[in-house]
């Protein structure tokens, strides 16, 4: 089980699923897109937006009432998108966590809340991502009908 290569030529492509992704990856104000890979035929991205973002938002929009608990220190927004490579689809039923560390430091563990906003879907929680990093983001995606469980790594330097 790899962690995937880089898809060849996707970053625009990624951008768009990203921002099709609901939730804050909707705002055209998104802080910072970590990363895009293919895996075992998903093609996964990552995005991340701080806390602060989220509640500029005008009071009725969903992005404000998602995942209303998290802990003091859990500042920054992971928002999580998958789409079928071959065909750019979303994919809708997965169950996603995230393991967020820093070398020489703990990490931080969470099941992902699913997202279905805007007609699509995406997964998300909150992270400690603003103490320099740089973070490594390990995604595990279990899918129905998938015997074994995809992983995907990602880099994330704090701004």
């Not at 998903?42 to 602060?52: H, K, M, N, Q, Y």
């Not at 009725?60 to 500042?75: C, D, K, S």
Request: aromatic share 6%.
């Amino acid at each position: 089980m790899g962690t995937g290569n880089a898809c060849p030529g996707a970053a625009l492509r990624g951008l768009r699923v990203a921002m099709m992704a609901g939730t804050v990856l909707a705002s055209t104000a998104w802080a910072q897109v970590p990363g895009e890979k293919a895996v075992d035929g998903i093609l996964v991205t990552v995005g991340v937006a701080p806390i602060e973002q989220i509640e500029s938002l005008p009071a009725g929009r969903p992005e404000r009432l998602m995942h209303a608990h998290h802990g003091a220190n859990e500042r920054d927004h992971l928002v999580v998108a998958l789409a079928d490579q071959r065909t750019g689809k979303s994919i809708r039923h997965a169950d996603v966590t995230a393991t967020v560390s820093q070398i020489g430091m703990g990490e931080s563990r969470h099941a992902l809340e699913r997202m279905d906003e805007y007609g699509t879907t995406s997964w998300g929680g909150y992270f400690d991502l603003r103490k320099g990093g740089p973070y490594v983001i390990r995604l595990r995606v279990s899918r129905p009908g998938l015997a074994t469980p995809i992983e995907a790594d990602f880099v994330y330097r704090a701004q």
